[in-house]
């Protein structure tokens, strides 16, 4: 992969971790909050995470 797509890759990323932090944020305000759905997106954002590491460690920063 190119510079180009790497940048792509980590702003995509990024955004998927915005995406669960708020889906987190409202099922933690939820009456009963399904832990089980927290978890998994917790589980997700570390594996987005280790991606956004890789990419940039591809990037040399």
Do not use: C, D, T, V
């Not at 978890?39 to 995470?49: G, L, T």
Request: proline share 2%.
């Amino acid at each position: 992969m190119g510079k180009r797509n790497h940048l792509k890759a980590i702003r995509s990323l990024e955004k998927r971790i915005s995406e669960h932090q708020e889906k987190i944020r409202l099922e933690q305000q939820r009456e009963h909050p399904n832990s089980g759905l927290i978890y998994h997106w917790e589980k997700e954002i570390k594996a987005f995470e280790k991606g956004i590491r890789q990419a940039r460690k591809r990037l040399g920063r």
